[in-house]
């Protein structure tokens, strides 16, 4: 009996024994199954999601993409590839073209990139080691003469993507807006050395465009080539008068050796909010356009200090509130800039329109040469004769440096100034010694460990603020984190220290002082190029000599 019961124990082992080996075999021919090409993916293949790995594999993908539909992109180097990315998704299902790990997917040599449809998305490229193929775009929203609307780019950089300058079409755009609707965000761009302006949105109609470019780092572009340090252009002066409706927010700017102009506007209804500009010399221009709103921006010390500037305004209908400008210098352009008009211009010329129906507000303004010039270019000479008309300047904080340069440069009368709620302290008050609306007061500010100027808790200014500069991690892609080193980026301060400490036992301007003579900044605009020159103020004797002597001189510089 008790043979039997060990003889069926011993069968029992042996079958559980054969049914693991069994499901071990099976488990090993189940791994064998997976596609090589999966490989050194973060992830399994999903419904809709195509795995590519030759030019033919992604032309066909593109070609048979439905709505809903991923294309990814096998990792590694993409040599001498233009896509041409055409499809129609819907918001719900957009058709997305992407790396399989976002960085990996490296496009080289001779490329392009083109899209043209509705709904269509790009993500995680990453472009180095070569140049633009096409004469003009690197990455361009249209295939022909049909956009892409809705589309987005997203996640991607460009790194020293340049064409070489010797080449007959050195024009080098790094990405071309056209259609409507669509979105550049949390890409970087970085070491543009080329001809042209890195993005421009083109406007070949008066119709509105909608676009956002937000949280994309742009970082290491000198001043070299036409429109070189450029970053963002919108529209073009043909189309000026009419509306973009576009929004640049929640950009940072860094080390933008620049020639005057970062951001450009050639168009109106634009939003330029939130950005932060880190040792980028040049300024936030409206150059043409109208109803534009430059708000929040955070516009810091730049080392290049001949093109170091905050905004110009050129057009009607602008509102300028809540930023930040420190650190602008006597050879660049002042805080804020409203230029003089010319009375006959009309789309097309390149000329200036008049500056009227502005309002400047709540802005805060520490440590610069230069504060406000109005009537900038105005010359009897020529047609630049059309004075800034209604300006309204209200519950702005100002604190100076003691630069001799007058706080308000009048080059030519307002016709309609109003100064409402200002706090101006330690410049030089030639000309507003006695307005109604300009408080002499040493302003509630602190200086701060980051080499910025913070209001106290209990200032009434201290709405003017409204955010803080951007970090370094809030924009960009967000798989260059672990690379920094890479892309030369570092944790460093904005402002350079030490910074010193305006409010320490400064005196404030109240009389008229000897005005040496000061520059407007160096720009270029259409291969001209002039100096400014203001007038010597001389300044009264008391009682019994009552003599006072104002000379102005100035030549100009045009801004392109």
Not at 201 to 213: A, E, F, K
Not at 228 to 241: F, K, P, Q, S
Request: hydrophobic share 35%; net charge neutral; charged share 20%.
């Amino acid at each position: 009996m008790k043979s039997w019961k060990l003889l069926v124990a011993a069968c029992c082992a042996l079958c559980v024994c054969a049914l693991e080996d069994a499901g071990y075999h099976a488990a090993q021919a189940q791994q064998a199954a997976v596609p090589a090409a999966a490989e050194g993916s973060s992830h399994a293949a999903k419904p809709g999601e195509k795995l590519v790995a030759t030019t033919e594999a992604l032309e066909a993908a593109i070609a048979a993409a439905v709505p809903g539909d991923v294309i990814t992109m096998r990792d590694g180097v993409w040599n001498n590839i233009n896509i041409v990315f055409k499809g129609n998704g819907t918001e719900q299902k957009p058709i997305t073209l992407k790396a399989q790990n976002a960085g990996k997917v490296i496009i080289s040599g001779a490329s392009s990139l083109q899209l043209s449809g509705k709904y269509l998305v790009v993500d995680g490229l990453h472009f180095k080691d070569g140049a633009s193929s096409k004469s003009l775009h690197l990455i361009e929203f249209r295939v022909g003469s049909q956009p892409a609307n809705h589309s987005r780019l997203t996640n991607v950089v460009v790194s020293g993507f340049n064409k070489n300058r010797a080449r007959t079409d050195s024009t080098d755009v790094w990405v071309g807006l056209f259609g409507s609707h669509n979105r550049v965000d949390h890409c970087l761009f970085q070491g543009k050395t080329s001809e042209s302006v890195l993005m421009i949105v083109w406007r070949s109609t008066d119709d509105p465009n909608y676009h956002r470019i937000d949280h994309n780092y742009f970082k290491d572009i000198p001043s070299l080539g036409v429109a070189g340090a450029t970053a963002i252009r919108i529209g073009d002066g043909t189309h000026a008068l009419s509306s973009s409706y576009t929004t640049v927010e929640n950009n940072i700017f860094e080390n933008m050796q620049g020639t005057g102009k970062i951001v450009n506007m050639k168009s109106g209804g634009n939003t330029i909010r939130n950005n932060t500009f880190v040792n980028a010399s040049g300024s936030i221009e409206v150059r043409q356009g109208n109803g534009n709103i430059i708000e929040g921006n955070f516009i810091l010390p730049a080392k290049e200090e001949r093109y170091t500037g905050g905004i110009v305004l050129i057009g009607q209908d602008h509102i300028v509130r809540n930023n930040y400008i420190q650190g602008t210098r006597s050879s660049g352009r002042p805080a804020i800039v409203l230029y003089e008009g010319e009375p006959n211009n009309y789309p097309g010329k390149g000329g200036y329109y008049p500056s009227k129906n502005v309002v400047i507000a709540n802005n805060t303004l520490v440590d610069n040469d230069k504060h406000f010039t109005i009537g900038e270019l105005y010359d009897p000479k020529t047609e630049i004769t059309v004075p800034v008309e209604n300006l309204t300047i209200k519950d702005n904080v100002l604190l100076g440096n003691g630069s001799k340069i007058p706080i308000m440069v009048v080059l030519d009368q307002p016709n309609g100034i109003t100064y409402e709620g200002n706090q101006f302290f330690n410049g030089n008050f030639l000309g507003i010694e006695s307005v109604p609306g300009i408080a002499k007061e040493q302003p509630q500010l602190v200086l701060g460990e980051d080499g910025m100027y913070h209001y106290t808790d209990d200032s009434p200014y201290r709405r003017n603020m409204t955010a803080t500069p951007l970090k370094r991690t809030e924009v960009g892609p967000e798989w260059i984190q672990a690379h920094w080193d890479a892309f030369g980026i570092k944790d460093t301060p904005y402002v350079d220290q030490p910074v010193k400490n305006l409010l320490s036992a400064m005196p404030i301007h109240e009389t008229l002082q000897e005005v040496s003579e000061f520059a407007s900044g160096d720009s270029q605009d259409r291969g001209l190029r002039s100096d400014y020159w203001y007038g010597i103020a001389g300044f009264a004797a008391i009682a019994a000599i009552g003599v006072s002597l104002i000379v102005r001189r100035r030549s100009a510089t045009k801004a392109k």
